[in-house]
Nanobody, 124 residues
Framework: QVQLVESGGGPVQAGGSLRLSCALS????????MGWFRQAPEKEREGIAT???????IYADSVKGRFTISRDNAKTTLYLQMDILKPDDTAMYYCAAGRTYQKNCLTPADITYWGQGSQVTVSS
């Protein structure tokens, strides 16, 4: 069974940091493109970071320089380190898996599997 399980969300003050984790089931091949998305109330889901199997990362302009996507050596956990958080970062954050050997999976149409989401709330 394919599973992606997020953890690490919660409330944080502006300027603070959080790290989201996404536990990946063994059925998520290490060759898949992995990504983080977020969705704020009444807004569309947007891709914010993507990590290809070759280790190359792409970021949305809104988070570039503040967020870092990474994967552990065992390829069992995906991370999103979020620094210098802003109130506009408040959203439900989703871990996602795209297709194998995909270089960029930053749009919802690229995604095959989704996690259940983890809420991040940034207060001013």
């Amino acid at each position: 069974q394919v599973q992606l399980v997020e953890s690490g969300g919660g409330p944080v003050q502006a300027g603070g940091s959080l790290r989201l984790s996404c536990a990946l089931s063994e059925f998520i091949s290490s060759s898949r493109c992995m990504g983080w998305f977020r969705q704020a109330p009444e807004k569309e889901r947007e891709g914010i970071a993507t990590l290809a199997s070759d280790g190359s990362a792409i970021y949305a302009d809104s988070v570039k320089g503040r967020f870092t996507i990474s994967r552990d050596n065992a390829k069992t956990t995906l991370y999103l380190q979020m620094d210098i958080l802003k109130p506009d970062d408040t959203a439900m954050y989703y871990c996602a898996a795209g297709r194998t050997y995909q270089k960029n999976c930053l749009t919802p149409a690229d995604i095959t599997y989704w996690g259940q989401g983890s809420q991040v709330t940034v207060s001013s």
